[in-house]
């Protein structure tokens, strides 16, 4: 078994259902601290949701570049044990196939990282390129005490970032398929529109606040917010839940909830689609609040070195030419785009991620942690 997924199965092996860790980040600092590294602990959070993170360092020649491996150690609930075909925290093998929580998203991405580390510093020795590593228990979470607060931190001390990959699983056919080389921005609203309850045979005392808000919502989904660029599709604005009424038939409720989430491109911001959706409910005379919420920013690594390098070597370990892809949701390359001007994310195949019997093909690792490793080399010139 070679050490890429050896150390895999040690990470699948540990519990780490967000936001708990499992001693994975404890592990991980180990090795890296082997060869150099100075590991920090950022923990953050109450202690009833502590979250764990990690930011080491290693200094190459004066003046390098500083490329940062970004992932997350914290997994999804499992849902039904009774429905997984092995225990989802005991790394099983099945028909080439590597099982358990965590093994496409993303311990192996962990595991590959930290070995091509390993083995490039062992060859090169005294790198001009200073390497990092940000990891976080708190990606599946709510995202408020990992990378985010490590970013935070990192930008009150003015520390360089050059490059990041992050590790998601962003693969889909083979190993190599896809490289992220942004993300939409999301933006979710919370809005409540006020009405008059009312007895439902005297409407003409009450003010049904789903009758006025139809006219709206028809407005809303029909709206063009941007016709996005070559890198993002158009801005989309969806309803996730909407309620009102008392839970009685006779009943004409006097309050709509609905919950609605933009994905936004680059040709849009956050401020701009908030202004021109308050403006349709203003002409449509709604007496409405909302509670907006900022989920990230739209971000965009143009080609450059990072995108060359990366894709030069996913071309000269797997054969594959990689597409250049924004879609999909949010990752923590949002909170690190705000400091990182090239940021990209790669991984393996992610048809299984979050899924009961998740997996990662055994063939897939070592390949993986060589493409990694090969990105070191290119943005290193050794």
Request: net charge negative; hydrophobic share 40%.
């Amino acid at each position: 078994m070679n050490d890429t997924l050896e150390l895999t199965e040690d990470l699948i092996g540990r519990a780490s259902v967000t936001p708990e860790d499992g001693g994975c980040l404890q592990l991980l600092g180990q090795r890296l601290a082997r060869i150099g590294f100075v590991c920090e602990r950022l923990d953050s959070g109450p202690a009833d949701f502590r979250v764990s993170n990690l930011w080491a360092r290693r200094a190459g020649t004066s003046g390098s570049h500083t490329l940062v491996f970004a992932g997350h150690t914290d997994v999804v609930p499992t849902g039904p044990l009774e429905n997984w075909t092995s225990a989802p925290f005991v790394p099983s093998h099945r028909g080439g196939q590597l099982y358990g929580r965590g093994a496409a998203d993303m311990k192996t991405s962990l595991a590959a990282m930290v070995v091509a580390t390993e083995e490039f510093l062992q060859q090169h020795p005294e790198p001009a390129l200073s390497i990092a590593f940000l990891l976080t228990s708190d990606e599946e979470g709510p995202s408020k005490d990992g990378t985010l607060v490590v970013v935070e931190q990192l930008a009150q001390r003015g520390e360089r970032l050059d490059y990041c990959i992050v590790g998601e699983p962003t693969s889909v056919e083979r190993l190599g398929d896809m490289i992220k080389n942004g993300r939409r921005g999301t933006l979710s609203g919370k809005l409540r529109i006020h009405g008059v309850q009312g007895h439902i045979a005297y409407p003409q005392l009450a003010r049904n606040p789903t009758h006025l808000f139809a006219p709206a919502l028809a407005e809303l989904c029909a709206t063009e917010w941007d016709r996005g660029n070559a890198h993002f599709p158009a801005t989309s604005w969806q309803v996730s839940n909407i309620h009102a009424g008392t839970g009685a038939g006779n009943v004409i409720p006097g309050q709509l909830v609905v919950d609605f989430n933009f994905r936004f491109s680059t040709e849009s911001t956050s401020d701009a689609l908030k202004a021109r959706l308050e403006a349709l409910l203003q002409r449509h005379g709604l007496q409405y609040s909302i509670d907006w919420t900022l989920g990230g920013e739209p971000f965009l690594t143009p080609a450059g070195a990072l995108v060359q390098a990366m894709s030069d070597s996913i071309a000269a370990h797997t054969g594959a030419k990689p597409q250049l892809s924004t879609t999909g949701g949010t990752s923590d390359g949002r909170f690190i785009a705000r400091i990182c001007p090239q940021v990209v994310e790669f991984g393996p195949i992610n048809a299984s991620i979050h899924k009961i019997d998740e997996h990662v093909a055994v063939a897939d690792i070592e390949p993986l942690k060589n493409i990694y490793k090969g990105v070191l080399e290119r943005l290193a010139g050794a």
